[in-house]
């Protein structure tokens, strides 16, 4: 998943999006681009209460989603961000952000690639006819595109573009400015192909392209050039382009993911984004107030989703003015700043995702990378310059605090300490005009570290009552969205409370299930909008692992009231065992804002919950805020599974009941294949899911497509539930180890809201590589009868750590000879295979005949033969 800072990402045909966002990513941008980790989702700066933002998406061809976060003032600038579908890493992208415009295409991919054009004007209507924040981006944006602002229309010439020495046929992203005035024009491409025209008057000119593929190379190239009173062509020379990028001295590491842009004397910018190991190209050029940027990211060699990197170097440099003729920047480990982050989970063991872009006048990409969850990570960093930071995995992001190392070691960081719970004040978001009460609380999955969080995946649920009776609900609402409620005219004492709700039982993610809010406050009818100010309460749980459980010590709650710009203090504090079927008190004392005690946790305790009250004493708003699953006991690392209600499932396939050989396939590419079951209930299946694992359901050793079945009836009880999985070997498994058998988890809901289905061990499937025997070689040829004949060949595999195959070692290899003149094979004697995949022996010849070597397939891999050695006896 990969994040963007103000960049978009592309689908078919021309599709522009505006409006209210669901936040700003904080930080300066100009302009940029970036790819989001799969499922990520950014946590933006928090909004004044008076402006609630909301997110406008856009759908994409490819169902890859380009969501517009509009800027939080003339400080900051609009942001942007890709989810993809299904949690792992977006493609990559080229990207030109021209005055308010911004042009986004995705690079080395097949079907249609038509840029998606996405409007960054901020200063559109937000939420519901509100005026937005002001401010603009950088650049010449007042004057209109292909054309100089109050002059008249001048002649054109038609100039065509095209590539020169390249040996790729691919889309490419092209762009004319007059080096001038920096006026930018558009470029026509076209399809698959390094071409484009356009129509310009005369003048003195300068051009970009970007173009590349996945894991292959790719290219920034450059061209000056001359429009006076005829056609041009512009020839734009892909062998003339350097190797780019950022080197250090630790061989053990290598690019992980990179973001390469130039940016022009107006601010505008051109460049790429995108993960894989792709070597990246550009025009050496020199041009005033240019200048070209590398953001790249490096991890250990070898290092997967499923396997991430304990290693992490997040570097930036930047080429002022000129791009020499060896443009990479080399820098020493030493010479870095050095740090660990501690990344806690809350369920399986799984990669999440860290996400960075460091903040910069001209802007910067937000690259993502895989981290161990739960597990640590050692982190280099160029120092002196601020980052921004996402982290999380699955649903759930948390963002990190910009941070800013110095060379040398720096202090640590944990993200993802549980409790996750609303927190920080003012982060909650209540205002009242006349009577509209809008309500807007997005980070209600914060840990306790002080990292804003949210699920995207979790809703909402509002119920406001006076004199207890109610006034007005709203259920199922996304979480991280805006709410307006209606009030009554006149002054009145209200209860309102707010249940934030999450599936607990997902595989990764299990705390926190539902959070609720209960308020009580007294508002009036009001002329001019007015923040009523809502408390909110903050845990803090001592001495929890790295899965949030407790250990064999009893564990001390903090708790805490933030009342803003009011005088808070806490009045109660208790915790529940049972699911929160009953409730033990912590002694409180005193009239602090804050209060702890100890929680003995049983060994037979799955999760802890808490409840807390408290008050503003100066308005008299009181809060009583539960969190069920707050952290887990010594038994809540076990998920058993759900049943209830006559939901069942059955019939599961993966792959059409045949093994899944991975082979043949570059470094990045995917297989799919899909994954298919059976469920029923008396009253119809409302969905389903499914997951696959390798090793044990609660701890496992892999984890793939923890997805979403579509799930179409049969009839009134029965549905198919179906899905496809995309997997890249390489870049997903990474480890030739994981090969064999995986099992599948699927799970199915009723339309009734009751019955549920769980099974954690549904079916399983081989996940198997290929392998290949050598021709046979029989030695010596011919043989005289009764003399030692050597016969030898060579096992190998198909590799996932790397492209191509190699050695099985450790393998029983059959010798078989087949006589002269029959046709049935005879087992000789079965031998080990070598470190090196080598298998030998040697044996008395006595009949004429063929001799070979075969291998039996086994879970992890299929059977192989090799070609046959005929050898005469004399």
């Given at each position: 998943m990969t994040h963007i800072r103000s960049t978009g990402h592309t689908g078919r045909g021309r599709q522009t999006a505006r409006g209210a966002a669901a936040g700003t990513v904080t930080g300066a941008l100009v302009a940029a681009a970036a790819l989001l980790s799969p499922g990520a989702a950014a946590a933006p700066a928090a909004p004044a209460p008076e402006v609630p933002p909301a997110v406008t998406a856009t759908t994409l061809a490819d169902g890859e989603r380009l969501e517009v976060l509009p800027g939080g003032g003339v400080a900051t600038q609009p942001g942007f961000r890709i989810v993809s579908q299904d949690g792992g890493p977006a493609g990559r992208y080229a990207y030109a952000l021209s005055g308010d415009e911004l042009t986004v295409l995705p690079t080395g991919r097949t079907g249609r690639t038509t840029p998606t054009r996405a409007d960054l004007d901020p200063r559109s209507e937000q939420t519901g006819g509100r005026p937005g924040p002001s401010g603009r981006l950088a650049g010449p944006s007042s004057a209109p595109r292909g054309g100089t602002a109050g002059s008249a229309a001048a002649a054109t010439y038609p100039v065509t573009f095209s590539v020169a020495n390249s040996v790729q046929e691919t889309g490419s992203l092209m762009r004319v400015w007059d080096s001038t005035t920096w006026q930018p024009y558009d470029v026509e491409t076209e399809q698959f192909a390094l071409r484009g025209t356009a129509s310009l008057p005369p003048g003195n000119y300068f051009a970009l392209t970007v173009y590349g593929s996945y894991d292959r190379p790719n290219y920034l190239l450059a061209k000056s050039f001359k429009v006076t009173s005829a056609a041009v062509k512009v020839t734009f020379d892909q062998a003339g382009a350097k190797e780019t990028g950022i080197r250090t001295d630790d061989g053990s590491v290598t690019r992980t993911t990179a973001a390469v842009s130039a940016s022009l004397p107006n601010g505008q910018i051109m460049g790429y984004a995108g993960g894989g190991r792709s070597q990246v190209f550009v025009t050496p050029f020199i041009a005033s107030g240019s200048a070209l940027h590398i953001h790249e990211v490096q991890g250990r060699k070898g290092a997967s989703r499923q396997r991430p990197s304990p290693v992490r170097y997040d570097l930036s440099h930047t080429f002022e003015r000129a791009v020499p003729a060896d443009p990479v920047a080399k820098v020493r480990q030493a010479d870095l700043a050095e740090t660990e982050l501690t990344v806690r989970g809350g369920g399986q063991y799984r990669s999440g995702f860290l996400q960075t872009v460091p903040n910069t006048p001209y802007g910067g990409v937000y690259l993502s990378s895989n981290v161990p969850v739960a597990g640590f990570l050692t982190e280099y960093v160029t120092p002196g310059l601020s980052f921004s930071r996402i982290a999380g995995y699955g649903t759930h992001t948390f963002q990190l605090p910009d941070r800013t190392l110095q060379q040398g070691v720096n202090r640590g960081e944990s993200v993802g300490r549980a409790p996750y719970a609303p927190t920080g004040g003012k982060k909650y978001a209540a205002s009242r005009l006349r009577d509209d009460l809008v309500l807007y609380g997005p980070f209600s999955f914060s840990d306790s570290d002080g990292a804003f969080g949210r699920d995207a995946g979790a809703t909402q649920s509002y119920r406001l009552s006076t004199d207890g009776e109610t006034v007005t609900e709203v259920t199922g609402k996304p979480a991280q969205s805006s709410v307006s409620l209606k009030l009554p005219p006149g002054r009145k004492t209200y209860e309102l409370v707010r249940t934030v709700t999450r599936d607990g039982e997902t595989p990764f993610s299990r705390l926190s299930d539902k959070?609720?809010?209960?308020?009580?406050?007294?508002?009036?009818?009001?002329?001019?909008?007015?923040?009523?100010?809502?408390?909110?309460?903050?845990?803090?749980?001592?001495?929890?692992?790295?899965?949030?459980?407790?250990?064999?010590?009893?564990?001390?709650?903090?708790?805490?009231?933030?009342?803003?710009?009011?005088?808070?203090?806490?009045?109660?504090?208790?915790?529940?065992?049972?699911?929160?079927?009953?409730?033990?008190?912590?002694?409180?004392?005193?009239?602090?804002?804050?209060?702890?005690?100890?929680?003995?946790?049983?060994?037979?305790?799955?999760?802890?919950?808490?409840?807390?009250?408290?008050?503003?004493?100066?308005?008299?708003?009181?809060?009583?805020?539960?969190?069920?699953?707050?952290?887990?006991?010594?038994?809540?690392?076990?998920?058993?599974?759900?049943?209830?209600?006559?939901?069942?499932?059955?019939?599961?396939?993966?792959?059409?009941?045949?093994?899944?050989?991975?082979?043949?396939?570059?470094?990045?590419?995917?297989?799919?294949?899909?994954?298919?079951?059976?469920?029923?209930?008396?009253?119809?299946?409302?969905?389903?899911?499914?997951?696959?694992?390798?090793?044990?359901?609660?701890?496992?050793?892999?984890?793939?497509?923890?997805?979403?079945?579509?799930?179409?009836?049969?009839?009134?009880?029965?549905?198919?539930?179906?899905?496809?999985?995309?997997?890249?070997?390489?870049?997903?498994?990474?480890?030739?180890?994981?090969?064999?058998?995986?099992?599948?988890?699927?799970?199915?809901?009723?339309?009734?809201?009751?019955?549920?289905?769980?099974?954690?061990?549904?079916?399983?499937?081989?996940?198997?590589?290929?392998?290949?025997?050598?021709?046979?070689?029989?030695?010596?040829?011919?043989?005289?009868?009764?003399?030692?004949?050597?016969?030898?060949?060579?096992?190998?595999?198909?590799?996932?750590?790397?492209?191509?195959?190699?050695?099985?070692?450790?393998?029983?290899?059959?010798?078989?000879?087949?006589?002269?003149?029959?046709?049935?094979?005879?087992?000789?004697?079965?031998?080990?295979?070598?470190?090196?995949?080598?298998?030998?022996?040697?044996?008395?010849?006595?009949?004429?005949?063929?001799?070979?070597?075969?291998?039996?397939?086994?879970?992890?891999?299929?059977?192989?033969?090799?070609?046959?050695?005929?050898?005469?006896v004399k």
């Open positions: 959070l609720i809010s209960e308020w009580g406050f007294t508002s009036g009818t009001t002329t001019t909008r007015t923040d009523l100010g809502l408390p909110d309460i903050g845990f803090r749980v001592s001495g929890l692992g790295l899965r949030n459980e407790t250990g064999p010590t009893p564990s001390r709650v903090i708790a805490t009231v933030n009342a803003p710009d009011g005088t808070p203090r806490l009045r109660g504090l208790e915790f529940s065992v049972d699911g929160g079927t009953t409730w033990t008190p912590i002694p409180v004392e005193g009239t602090s804002a804050t209060a702890e005690g100890e929680v003995p946790v049983p060994q037979n305790t799955r999760y802890v919950s808490l409840r807390a009250t408290g008050s503003d004493e100066r308005t008299g708003t009181t809060v009583r805020q539960t969190v069920s699953r707050a952290f887990a006991g010594p038994a809540g690392v076990a998920l058993p599974p759900r049943t209830a209600g006559a939901t069942a499932v059955s019939g599961v396939t993966v792959n059409e009941n045949k093994p899944l050989v991975l082979d043949g396939l570059a470094h990045g590419s995917s297989a799919v294949f899909p994954v298919e079951f059976t469920a029923t209930d008396p009253s119809g299946i409302a969905g389903g899911s499914f997951l696959l694992y390798q090793g044990a359901y609660n701890k496992p050793d892999a984890v793939l497509a923890d997805s979403t079945a579509h799930c179409r009836p049969v009839d009134a009880t029965t549905s198919t539930c179906s899905g496809l999985v995309s997997l890249a070997p390489h870049t997903e498994l990474g480890d030739n180890a994981l090969a064999g058998v995986w099992k599948v988890a699927v799970a199915a809901h009723a339309n009734d809201g009751q019955g549920v289905a769980d099974q954690q061990e549904a079916g399983a499937f081989r996940m198997m590589r290929k392998a290949v025997l050598a021709a046979a070689d029989a030695a010596p040829e011919p043989v005289t009868a009764g003399g030692d004949l050597t016969v030898t060949s060579r096992l190998t595999a198909s590799d996932w750590t790397d492209e191509g195959y190699a050695a099985y070692a450790g393998q029983p290899v059959t010798l078989q000879f087949r006589q002269s003149g029959t046709t049935a094979w005879s087992d000789v004697r079965t031998v080990t295979s070598g470190a090196d995949g080598s298998v030998t022996t040697t044996l008395r010849a006595w009949k004429n005949g063929d001799w070979r070597w075969a291998f039996a397939a086994n879970p992890a891999a299929t059977a192989a033969s090799s070609a046959a050695d005929y050898v005469e």
